[in-house]
């Protein structure tokens, strides 16, 4: 009885204290996507956005043409033998 008693507080305590060291970065966020430089809003945050960007239209593509692809082999008649 005596443990859960303790829980509680024990509780709070390792979830309030994490918040403290949290930095608000949402001012760097907002003054690095609202700066005029040319570049689309999916790719200013820097080479990760880069390259996750790339990743994704690549499987798209790719998925797309191969969906293409056994779609037309799906219509084309069988040959009997």
């Known amino acids: 009885m005596n443990r859960l008693l303790k829980v509680p507080p024990l509780a709070s305590r390792t979830f309030s204290s994490s918040a403290r ?3 608000n970065r949402v ?4 003054k690095l996507f609202q700066e005029d430089n040319g570049l689309p809003v999916h790719l200013k945050g820097g080479t ?3 390259l ?7 499987l798209t593509i ?9 779609l037309l082999v799906a219509s084309m008649p069988q040959k009997r033998a």
């Open 21 to 23: 060291h949290l930095r």
């Open 27 to 30: 001012p760097e966020a907002q």
């Open 48 to 50: 990760r956005d880069v």
């Open 52 to 58: 996750l960007y790339r990743a994704t239209m690549t």
């Open 62 to 70: 790719t998925g797309v043409c191969y969906s293409v692809y056994w």
